[in-house]
């Protein structure tokens, strides 16, 4: 579609490579080594094999989809004046709906792993945004798994998007009190 407003202001962040791309590249090499060391309960177990091998596809299915999404060429994150759209999760939020933007991290010490940041955007009906989800393996996972997080179901995760994380915070902010209908 194209928007004929020539005052639309435009926004895109890039996925970094780093993260998606190590952990499909690890994950295999992981498995062959498993399936060679271990290849004599394999061989008179066959489920053993499949069991494994569908736990390491789920636990890929993340880092996989990001790749391929890095690879066709979209953006991480889009910014327009009227919403933001985030390619991992696959949400369009627009400006109007949003209550707040703030930043948050994972709250993890540098002991047990670095710390994650993520932009947490509050809407004021997420229920809207979840009924919007069209694949419903998808909507259901997200309907259960929307408390679990102190964050809420709508983030931006920066480990994700190529760039320093506190301009990209600081331009999300930007667009949202700029746009936010006030």
Same mark, same amino acid.
């Given at each position: 579609m194209f928007d004929l407003n020539l005052n639309t202001m435009e926004e895109r962040f890039e996925f970094s490579p780093m993260k998606p791309i190590l952990l499909v590249i690890a994950a295999p090499a992981f498995y062959v080594v498993f399936v060679r060391y271990i290849s004599s309960s394999i061989q008179y177990h066959e489920w053993l094999n499949l069991i494994f091998l569908g736990g390491m596809l789920l636990f890929l299915w993340g880092p996989l989809r990001v790749t391929v999404l890095m690879l066709m060429l979209r953006p991480a994150v889009k910014l327009t004046d009227k919403y @933001? *759209?985030?390619? %991992?999760?696959?949400?369009?939020?627009?400006?109007?709906?949003?209550?707040?933007?703030?930043?948050?991290?994972?709250?993890?010490?540098?002991?047990?792993?670095?710390?994650?940041?993520?932009?947490? @955007? *509050?809407?004021? %009906?997420?229920?809207?945004?979840?009924?919007?989800?069209?694949?419903?393996?998808?909507r259901y996972y997200r309907w259960v798994t929307r408390n679990w997080r102190e964050t809420g179901a709508f983030e931006v995760d920066l480990s994700l998007v190529r760039g320093d994380e506190d301009e990209i915070f600081h331009t999300i902010l930007k667009y949202y009190q700029n746009n936010r209908g006030f």
């Open positions: @933001i *759209s985030i390619t %991992d999760t696959g949400y369009l939020i627009y400006w109007t709906d949003v209550k707040d933007v703030f930043m948050a991290d994972s709250g993890e010490t540098a002991v047990r792993g670095p710390q994650r940041y993520y932009v947490v @955007i *509050s809407v004021r %009906d997420p229920e809207k945004y979840l009924k919007a989800i069209k694949n419903p393996l998808t």
